[in-house]
């Protein structure tokens, strides 16, 4: 079983900056893509940036130049900071890693419980 345990989100004013994080443990064979979603109430869940193992990296358009993800492959942690920071990024942020376990070599999505981001204007 996997586990993902997200922190770093609150209150912030317009402008401010913020940085999430999300730590991966338990037992799995390898880590392929981590990466970060949203969702405002009442919306559905949207993606903010994705990371690959390799690196490689993918932001929705509201994301870019703003936001910037990154990750440990030694600590399986990903990390969003979040910058210029507008109230319309007011949301819960999930973060999530496509892991291959033991029992299977197919990759499963894993989530976090979500961490809320509040800006205020």
């Known amino acids: 079983q996997v586990q993902l345990v997200e922190s770093g989100g609150g209150l912030v004013q317009a402008g401010g900056s913020l940085r999430l994080s999300c730590a991966a443990s338990?037992?799995?064979?390898?880590?392929?893509?981590m990466g970060w979603y949203r969702q405002a109430p009442g919306k559905q869940r949207e993606l903010v940036a994705v990371?690959?193992?390799?690196?490689?990296?993918n932001y929705a358009d509201s994301a870019k130049g703003r936001f910037t993800i990154s990750r440990d492959n030694g600590k399986n942690t990903v990390f969003l900071h979040m910058n210029s920071l507008k109230a319309e990024d007011t949301c819960v942020y999930y973060c999530?890693?496509?892991?291959?376990?033991?029992?299977?070599?197919?990759?499963?999505?894993?989530w976090g419980q979500g961490t809320q981001v509040t800006v205020s204007s």
């Open positions: 999530h890693a496509d892991v291959s376990t033991f029992a299977s070599s197919h990759y499963y999505r894993y």
């Open positions: 338990g037992s799995f064979r390898s880590m392929n893509a």
């Open positions: 990371i690959a193992s390799s690196g490689s990296t």
